[in-house]
């Protein structure tokens, strides 16, 4: 059975195509500068990268294209072949806490709640109607990012603020990253057992960490947007709000702009004065940049913090998880962030977290806590879904 795993952006539509009864991808793609000039769309099949210079004016294109390049590419004769497609949903608010069967009340209610997710919503509601159109009689699943964080009670998602933003503007934690998260706790118990509290970590360029009792959230970093919680690569993660209006009125910005800072030139970006990716943060600490070191630092302890706030929730950790981009690849931001983890009791195995992108305990034998890398897989997430709600119609 062959299921395509969509993610749409405003401007961008990534796909992977699953062969389901292995679980491999048979193609993988994105498309960028969807309705914007130079359009260009790259394929990844067969070992090889194909990559094609062409306008796309709308997500409707894109589809289209990626749907005659599996033709054209024989990687399916039919459109039947695809007999589902699992779609990355951003904000599901506070009503939707599984995949569903997309809907016209699902379509309804994702416009409903963009302006909690202003860029990613509609881009999703015009990419499930695309689908639509062009593939009217296959099941289509939602899978909400914000679904796995529905599961905390509510003294963990309000805001210590006037209740009736709450009950008026539904003001309150929706965490995001959540299909990441459930996919490092369903890897965890397939190779570990059941009962697990875990820590997860997902340090990306958006960074989060969720507090995980047997399958479920319990806590996690992100808040009412994916602007709370840790250092990231552009964003600030938690500060004081009063910093907002102080600034605005220092340097005549609007709360846009302020926002704007907030999100595209803070983190990484804003300490260092050098780069939003953590590798160039790491090259800048060999050569010495002092402002690299001082990024890496408030990063690390900005983890730290969250680790030892969920250790202390979960009373009891089984497993701390790494993923994403740099918690998969960089030994250094793990090993940091475990060796100021000691007074736990944590040790990390320096050898064996000498390792990228594999599943691998890092701790050693003696540590209180297994500490392990584990890969993330939104997309397969996504498609396992799809396959599950698909099957038990
Ligand atoms: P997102 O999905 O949020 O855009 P990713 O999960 O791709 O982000 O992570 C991007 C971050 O991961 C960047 O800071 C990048 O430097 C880091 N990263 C990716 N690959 C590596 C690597 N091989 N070594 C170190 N860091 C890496």
């Not at 965490?175 to 009962?195: M, N, V, Y």
């Not at 953590?278 to 990063?299: F, H, P, T, V």
């Amino acid at each position: 059975m062959k299921i395509i795993s969509i993610n749409a952006g405003s401007s961008s539509l990534k796909f992977s195509l699953f062969d389901m009864s292995t679980e491999e991808v048979l193609i993988s793609g994105v498309f960028e500068r969807i309705g914007i000039e130079n359009g260009v769309y790259t394929l990844k099949y067969k070992g090889e990268k194909i990559k094609v210079e062409q306008d796309l004016d709308s997500h409707l294109t894109a589809v289209k294209i990626l749907l005659e390049k599996l033709i054209e590419l024989q990687v399916i004769s039919n459109l039947e072949e695809i007999e589902g497609v699992g779609h990355r949903l951003v904000h599901g608010g506070d009503k939707y806490s599984e995949s569903v069967m997309i809907t016209d009340e699902v379509v309804d209610d994702i416009i409903k709640f963009s302006d909690f997710a202003p860029l990613h919503n509609p881009a999703n509601a015009l990419c499930i109607k695309a689908f639509k159109e062009v593939l009217p009689k296959t099941p289509m699943v939602g899978v909400f990012d914000t679904a796995f964080h529905q599961t905390m009670e509510k003294e963990r998602f309000l805001y210590p603020v006037p209740y009736s933003w709450y009950e008026d503007y539904h003001i309150r934690k929706y965490g995001a990253h959540g299909t990441s998260h459930r996919f490092i706790a369903e890897t965890l118990k397939e190779e570990l057992g059941d009962k697990l509290n875990i820590i997860s970590c997902h340090l990306g360029n958006g960074g989060s960490i969720t507090a995980i009792r047997d399958g479920k959230c319990v806590d996690t970093s992100m808040g009412f947007t994916p602007h709370a919680g840790i250092i990231m690569g552009t964003r600030s993660g938690d500060i004081d709000v009063s910093i907002v209006p102080y600034i605005m009125e220092k340097e005549g910005k609007s709360a846009g702009e302020i926002m704007d800072d907030l999100n595209k030139k803070s983190g990484f970006l804003g300490i260092s004065g050098v780069s939003s990716d953590s590798r160039d943060i790491e090259d800048g600490i060999k050569n010495g940049n002092e402002r690299c070191a001082l990024a890496q630092d408030m990063y690390v302890n900005s983890i730290v913090k969250y680790i030892a706030q969920y250790y202390v929730l979960l009373g009891h950790v089984d497993v701390i998880a790494f993923t994403a981009g740099i918690g998969e690849n960089s030994p250094e931001t793990r090993a940091k962030v475990i060796e100021k983890l000691a007074c736990l009791g944590i040790k990390i195995d320096l050898e064996a977290n000498n390792v990228r992108g594999k599943f691998t305990k890092i701790s050693t034998k003696d540590s209180k806590v297994a500490v392990y890398v584990v890969p993330t897989n939104e997309e397969l997430m996504i498609a396992r879904d799809t396959l599950n709600i698909i099957n038990n119609r």
